[in-house]
């Protein structure tokens, strides 16, 4: 009897332990599932490959674009040259200085390039926009392009796909001299004229902005001329308001020098205005 009872509790507890063991196998997969994924994720992150830098072949691309539309595509010279990430996704802006010969006798004339790229890895550009002042008219847009795009996130806005904000163009400064003329200035019909009558150096009448009251003024030996160093503001008057701005490489007259390193210069019609000695090489 007593051996029977045994017989009979041992096969409760063999039936109790085959019904929890599905709950014990069911509980190590959910753990196991749950550990696979936290193990997964950091992958994952690790995995995402970072932007590509896109300096080094923006600049390449505008060498080889603006070397391509100046004179002397072989012999071309660079300078100064900055890269600006846009506000449009995988765009550059690359601006400096070329000189469009390679000879010491012309001079570096600005030039800004734009160069969109297209997606994947390693991507090449897609569409390139270049401009050199080489001419009048060149140098007008470049001084637009200088100013809207030589930043961080310049150029036009984007608000979505294929809508863009472009933010307007301050106003472009008037009367520059042309750069293929910067060296030697042509003379107009009226500075013939004057040439003809007066040979002896113009007299210029007092400038309303700058009178010799509040400026004091010394005049300098005829023939003593100035270059910038670099495209340069002109001012009305010492510490004066700015004018305009006048290029890097135009052959200006100096007309008079003023305390503090200041000279007025122009061409041989007139005066133009002011502009500090620092900016200036002075013949």
Not at 118 to 130: K, L, T
Not at 131 to 150: D, F, I, L
Request: hydrophobic share 40%.
């Amino acid at each position: 009897m007593q051996a029977t009872d045994r017989l009979k509790r041992e096969a409760r507890t063999r039936r109790g332990r085959r019904g929890h063991a599905p709950g014990f196998l069911a509980l190590a997969a959910v753990t196991a599932v749950a550990l696979a994924g936290c193990k997964e994720q950091p992958r994952q992150q690790a995995a995402k490959p970072p932007p590509p830098d896109l300096t080094a072949k923006a600049e390449a691309a505008a060498r080889e674009a603006v070397a391509a539309g100046v004179r002397a595509p072989a012999e071309a010279t660079f300078r100064a040259i900055q890269t600006w990430r846009q506000a449009i996704p995988r765009t550059v802006a690359v601006c400096g200085q070329v000189n469009p010969t390679g000879s010491a006798a012309d001079p570096f004339v600005p030039f800004v390039a734009v160069i969109e790229f297209g997606g994947g890895r390693d991507p090449s550009p897609i569409h390139i926009e270049q401009h050199a002042a080489t001419t009048n008219v060149e140098a007008t847009r470049v001084y637009g392009e200088m100013v809207a795009r030589c930043l961080d996130d310049g150029g036009p806005r984007p608000l979505g796909p294929h809508h863009f904000i472009t933010e307007p163009l301050p106003p472009m400064p008037d009367g520059l001299p042309r750069p293929e003329q910067a060296a030697n200035p042509l003379p107009t019909p009226r500075q013939a004229q004057v040439y003809a009558t007066t040979p002896a150096p113009v007299v210029r009448a007092p400038v309303e902005t700058a009178p010799a009251a509040t400026v004091a003024t010394m005049e300098v030996p005829p023939g003593e001329t100035a270059v910038p160093r670099q495209n340069v503001n002109l001012h009305t008057e010492p510490h004066g308001p700015v004018s305009r701005v006048v290029p890097k490489g135009a052959e200006l007259r100096v007309f008079a020098q003023a305390a503090g390193g200041w000279y007025e210069v122009g061409d041989e019609a007139g005066p133009w205005g002011w502009i500090h000695g620092t900016m200036l090489d002075v013949h």
